[in-house]
């Protein structure tokens, strides 16, 4: 018989890796996936990109730590809530504690401060948006290699709900003649 | 109460007359009521039947297959509604009454709500006021033709306090008024008994939803509002969209009473709000329904959800969690199985239902009342999306319903969505809007057999629209707020919805059926190319290398040259381009009979003028026209060709200005008569300038830039056409025109005047630009000339269209021997002032893209119907002319089987027929838009950008083969005979193969022995002359002079 592979019971304590991206619409007009960037900042992006694509590894049960794959940067929260990226990992300010909500989305808290994790607000008029809640996460799963879209088949744009013309009718321009796009 | 009532002889009056008037309707109305009831009741009874429920509604987004747009599941559908369809429109109490502090009303929730929250909005003083001009109100309904009035009773209207003690009278009246004079006007009322307006006095004291309270004390409401107007209500709504109640007005706070952050709380109120209405359910059922024989439902409302990737199952589940958590958390109990969503259940806060609660509420609802409108899509971060995309696809939610709760009867009991405030009686976005819900709702009847049988359009009047108050308008008719007699003004889309409402749905209006014919035999068909990149040499230097080599000589595996010898070339033949071969084996499978094709002017002569001719560039184009009349694929050229990445023009001529400088023009005419000179015996159809009245994209700096650049553009065309009139034509005998850009215009709003007016306008600036005075007049249109002078005087333009001098318009008039012209979609119009420095907004339009319409990916509209009424446009103001469609195309994405370029093809094709056979338009040729495409690029083309052929070229040859669109029975088309020989000397050969084979082989061992004969018959006959040359004998003066 042969072994099954990675049998060894020294692999057991090798950890579980999710590569995940996290996305939110909480406290925010437009919905947000968690984005770690080379420099460190990290953001709020509409579209899922590289840099939002992220790897959870646990470190002891509910307590995960959170990486930035394209920027090989930590997550990490500061005393006063304020996100980062870090490219080493700091115990105290980069570990969080995954709490599983009942609707399928969590929470992060941070695991020293107790504090959520929260996107940088963009000049938030609203300031009662603090008090709403935390913010909740839904990990999406992370894929490689995204599938191409099948040709000749398009998904239809989401409608811009916010707008009297949400499916984009009304036209400012005269449409460019095709004869002239090639 | 007793005492009162046998006291006041007028109640007992009233009695008598309202009795007397139903019995009237209802023999009026009793078969379309009795089949409604009959519809419903089974309804009623399948509901009530079922002892599960299917929960399938996961399965909408498990469709492997893709249905292509242009099946005709997928198509605008051109069909009536079920004969007994009722139409409807609704209002909210709240929304709409006003005169919320007079005649006895007490407070709301939102009354309340509006002081604190909306603080800048002065909600106390403006209202549509439909409690005081309940008339205005009434003839809007009769404007509208409504078979059904769907409204909300106000709780603190009929009772201020809340509690069922003391009724307020002025209220109950009004009320009565207005059921009176709906039941007189045969509209039959819906009748909603839950808005949104809670009285505030059960909210402070009890806590509004939150208290299990409410259930009692809305039950007794109920019975009241049963009691007094059941003998005339037959349709009840307990709760109009409970899900924004809990959510919005506990969740978020966005609507009264305005708490916000606590879940439990929201799922309390849910819980509540479903125990009500079962309860409520429960009551008329047993005590009302015996003999007032109604129904009774509550309007649930949600979005709509798509998956990021249909493919991914988790993604699919997620877009099941979100109409759980939105539709599911109050149908579930009510028309499922009497319990919240599994998915819902994994939370903590959400309550439980006992087995005998969820056996009170399951099936409590005689039919599924669904709202989809923007309340359950604004603002965005408020709805329950699970990471996946909203949509507006209302078909597909009536297909999920169907699929989750066991196919009910739905009514669609609120549906539309909103305009700005600013907007008035011209609405045009909401028609739209209304058009693409309406036939969603008509696919889904005819196509997926939902059961709806109702419509509900969103709302009668302008009026509070909750927490966006006053700054959005929902209104079929306007309503000027600060007016003071609140006047109702239909607007556009109550124009439609009676359009609608009168012809029971979409009845198809076309003019003429598609037809059967044939276009005439020395019609052209043609395929279309944009510039034609030239080759600069041949791909065979073999040819032209006179060197011999040798390979592997010393084993190091090089060729090596053998000196001293020369060896014989010969010259470059056409076939040796590449990309000729190419192209011709295209031509050939497409079975074309005219190529059209652009040459290049930058690569012909680059310096601009007539100084360095490419030579090599010039044979180029000659090969691709020859070798194309070798296949019987006749030429039509365009001399020049610009496009956005290019203009086109020669280095120095575009320095110079361009075709702002007038020598670009005598550069032009340079360029042609060589052109003429070097390929004119081959071709007979020439175009000048492709598309001139689109450069306005390149010269839009100003308009004037742009007026001017197109003046220089006439001129320059014109010279071209005198030169080849003058000394080309006599020995070519060719033809010369431009083609122009010449989409059709309609108004986007056919009820308003204006649109009318700007599509006519668009027509005038888009195509008479350039052909009254090429076609007509020598001069621009005088609608054109008019409307900027119009535009000048009121300071919104400052646009000067140059002026033709007399000999200028000398020069232009009557220089087309041809009208071409490049068709792609046709445009719905909007009138709008503009006031840019572009010429594009003198003409003062904007477009509309119509959504119900099948349309490609750059948002080309499939509408067939606007090349026919173009080609009788131009007829019309341009005369009997012969006309070449010289491009007509679409852009598909697909790679190999693009079934939207076959639809566009056949019935662009058919519409061309119909204007040829029946329009008697002289259309002489037909140019499919293009042979091949260019990476990154729309796909207009019918090869791919590495020559692949999709389906369409086999659809196209098969229209050519058939000269159009035969019967199938008919005489045979041009050609024929000859083809039909053609195949029968084919098929004979086929079948006669081995025979053929052998027979020549006998033919030729024959010939072979026959030659040796002869060949020794000729040998022989010169030993006999040799024989007999010794048998002559010698004379005897020979025989005396030798001895």
Known sequence: AYPIPDSSPLLQFGGQVRQRYLYTDDDQDTEAHLEIREDGTVVGAAHRSPESLLELKALKPGVIQILGVKASRFLCQQPDGALYGSPHFDPEACSFRELLLEDGYNVYQSEAHGLPLRLPQKDSPNQDATSWGPVRFLPMPGLLHEPQDQAGFLPPEPPDVGSSDPLSMVEPLQGRSPSYAS | MKTGCAAGSPGNEWIFFSSDERNTRSRKTMS??????????????????????????????????YVSPVNPSQLFLYDTFPKNFSWGVGTGAFQVEGSWKTDGRGPSIWDRYVYSHLRGVNGTDRSTDSYIFLEKDLLALDFLGVSFYQFSISWPRLFPNGTVAAVNAQGLRYYRALLDSLVLRNIEPIVTLYHWDLPLTLQEEYG????????????????????????????????????????????????????????????????????????????????????????????????????????????????????????????????????????MKTGAMIPEFSEAEKEEVRGTADFFAFSFGPNNFRPSNTVVKMGQNVSLNLRQVLNWIKLEYDDPQILISENGWFTDSYIKTEDTTAIYMMKNFLNQVLQAIK????????????TLLDGFEWQDAYTTRRGLFYVDFNSEQKERKPKSSAHYYKQIIQDNGFPLKESTPDMKGRFPCDFSWGVT????????????????????????????????????????????????????????????????????????????????????????VLRYYRCVVSEGLKLGVFPMVTLYHPTHSHLGLPLPLLSSGGWLNMNTAKAFQDYAELCFRELGDLVKLWITINEPNRLSDMYNRTSNDTYRAAHNLMIAHAQVW????????????????????????????????????????????????????????????????????????????????????????????????FYALNHFTTRFVIHKQLNTNRSVADRDVQFLQDITRLSSPSRLAVTPWG????????????????????????????????????????????????????????????????????????????????FRAKSSVQFYSKLISSSGLPAENRSPACGQP??????????????????????????????????????????????????????????????????
């Open chain 2, 32 to 65: 379309n009521r009795a089949l409604q009831r009959s519809a419903v009741l089974s309804a009623f009874v399948l509901l009530r039947a079922v002892t599960g429920f299917s929960g399938d509604g996961k399965a909408i987004w498990d469709k492997k297959q």
């Open chain 2, 208 to 343: 509004g939803w939150k208290n299990a309270t409410m259930i009692d004390l809305f039950n007794d409401y109920a019975t009241y509002c049963f009691q007094t107007f059941g003998d005339r209500v037959k349709y009840w709504i307990t709760i109009h969209n409970p899900y924004l109640v809990a959510w919005h007005g506990f969740g978020t706070g966005m609507h009264a009473p305005g708490e916000k952050g606590n879940l439990t709380a929201v799922y309390t109120v849910g819980h509540n709000l479903i125990k009500a209405h079962s309860k409520v359910w429960h009551n008329y059922d047993k005590n009302f329904r015996p003999h007032q024989k109604g129904w009774l439902s509550i309007t649930l409302g949600s979005h709509w959800i798509e998956p990021n990737r249909t493919d991914n199952m988790e993604d699919v589940i997620n877009c099941q969690h979100s109409m759980s958590s939105v539709l599911g958390w109050f149908a579930n109990p009510i028309h499922g199985d009497g319990d919240y969503p599994e998915f």
């Open chain 2, 447 to 458: 196509f997926d057999e939902i059961r709806v049988f109702g419509y509900t359009a969103w």
């Open chain 2, 529 to 616: 190319e944009s510039v034609l990149k030239p080759e600069f040499t041949v791909s065979s230097p073999q040819f032209t290398d006179p060197h011999l080599y040798v390979w592997n000589v010393t084993g190091n595996r090089l060729l090596y040259r053998v000196e001293g010898v020369r060896l014989k070339t010969r010259p470059s033949q056409c076939t040796d381009y590449v990309s000729i071969k190419k192209r011709v084996e295209m031509l050939a499978k497409m079975k074309v009979t005219h190529y059209q094709f652009a040459l290049d002017w930058t690569s012909i002569l680059p310096t601009g003028n007539l100084s360095k001719v490419n030579r090599q």
């Open chain 2, 722 to 817: 005198h030169l080849y009139d003058r000394q080309y034509r006599p020995v070519q005998h060719g033809a010369v025109s431009l083609s122009l850009h010449c989409d059709w215009a309609e108004p986007a709003n056919p009820f308003v005047d204006s649109h009318w007016k700007a599509a006519e306008r668009f027509l005038q600036f888009e195509i008479a630009w350039f052909a009254d005075p090429l076609f007509k007049t020598g001069d621009y249109p005088s609608v054109m000339k008019e409307y900027i002078a119009s535009k000048n005087q009121r300071g919104l333009s400052s646009s000067v269209l140059p002026r033709f001098t007399a000999k200028e318009s000398r020069l232009v008039k009557g220089t087309v021997d």
């Open chain 2, 867 to 946: 090349v026919r009424k173009l080609l009788a446009w131009i007829r019309r103001n341009y005369r009997d002319r012969d006309i070449y469609i010289t491009a007509n195309g679409i852009d598909d994405l697909a790679l190999e089987d693009d079934q939207i370029r076959k639809y566009y093809l056949e019935k662009y094709v058919q519409e061309a027929l119909k204007a040829y056979l029946i329009d008697k338009v002289k259309i002489k040729g037909y140019y499919a838009f293009k042979l091949t495409e260019e990476k990154s690029k729309p796909r207009f083309g019918f090869f791919t950008s590495d």
């Open chain 2, 978 to 1043: 000859a083809e039909d020989t053609d195949c029968t000397i084919c098929s004979f050969l086929v079948e006669k193969k081995p025979l053929i084979f052998f027979g020549c082989c006998f033919i030729s061992t024959l010939a072979v022995l026959l030659s040796i004969t002869v060949f020794h018959h000729q040998k022989r006959r010169k030993f006999q002359k040799a024989r007999n040359l010794q048998n002559i004998p010698l004379k005897k003066g020979h025989s005396r002079v030798f001895s």
